[in-house]
Each structure stands twice: as C-alpha cells, then as structure tokens.
C-alpha cells in the first residue's frame, strides 16, 4: 500500500470510529465526511470500497444492533428508538425489520437467556445485525 492509501485508511477509520462512539448524535454523511476531511461523495465511495456500505448504512446498522441491546434489557420499543438516536419509530421499526429479520416487539418478547449466559465476546458475534438485502425487480417500460 502507498502512503497516500494508509492515510485515507486511517482517516476512514477515524470516521468509522465517530460512528461507533457518537451513533446517537444526529449524523448524517456531510458531518461524518468533514472528520475524515473529504467531501460527501468522495467519502461515501472510499468507506464502501473500505468496509463494503455506505457510511449511512454503516451508521443504522450501529443504531440497530444497539437498539437489540436495550430491548433485550427490557426497554420499551420507543424508548430504545429513541434512545439510539432515531427520529421516526417508523422508520426504525421498518429498518429493525430489514436488518434483523423480525420486528422490534417481537426480538423484545423473545426469550434471550442463552445470549446472557454467553460470554460477552461470544454475545456480540451472536447478536451482530447481518443486513439482508433484497433485490428489487426493475419494472419494464410498456
């Protein structure tokens, strides 16, 4: 790797980082791309040939799995909603759904005894949001 290449690196890490640690601020890729001094689209390009997402996508799939946490603590569906940073219970109960595969009530009632017995380093593996993604037929023009 060159010089130039480590440095992007580093500067998209400092990026990833502000997103792990500030998931519940209200983000949005411009803010996220000043930190790792590039301009929106620039950013967007180098973090989804880093990481494999966008940064947005990157950013709810934080808030989702965090969002998981507090609902198998108890916490109510609005209030983890809130509580990541969300600004629609809509909207999050619609991308809880796509990430997790069920929707929030239903992962909050669901028994999860086996994941706290679990040591912590086996647990974040376990309950790790993998996004699924589905194709969207195109429709053809009549």
Same mark, same amino acid.
């Given at each position: #790797? %060159? ?7 580093? +500067? *998209? =890490? ?5 997103? $792990?640690?500030?998931? &519940? ?34 950013? #709810? %799939? ?7 946490? +507090? *609902? =198998? ?5 609005? $209030?983890?909603?809130? &509580? ?46 993998? =996004? ?11």
């Amino acid at each position: #790797m %060159t010089p130039e290449e480590l440095a992007t690196l580093t +500067l *998209l =890490r400092r990026a990833r980082d502000m997103i $792990d640690r500030d998931y &519940a601020q209200p983000l949005d890729v411009p803010a996220i791309a000043a930190r790792a001094f590039m301009s929106p689209a620039h950013f967007s390009r180098k973090f989804r040939a880093a990481y494999g997402e966008t940064p947005y996508n990157y950013l #709810m %799939t934080r808030r989702i799995e965090r969002a998981a946490a +507090l *609902l =198998r603590s108890g916490m109510s569906v609005t $209030d983890s909603c809130m &509580a990541v940073g969300a600004t629609s219970l809509g909207s999050f109960s619609s991308r809880f759904t796509e990430i997790m595969g069920e929707t929030p009530s239903a992962y909050r009632s669901r028994e999860h005894s086996a994941i706290e017995a679990m040591p912590a380093c086996f647990a974040r593996f376990a309950t790790r949001p993998m =996004r699924r993604f589905r194709r969207r037929k195109r429709r053809r023009p009549r």
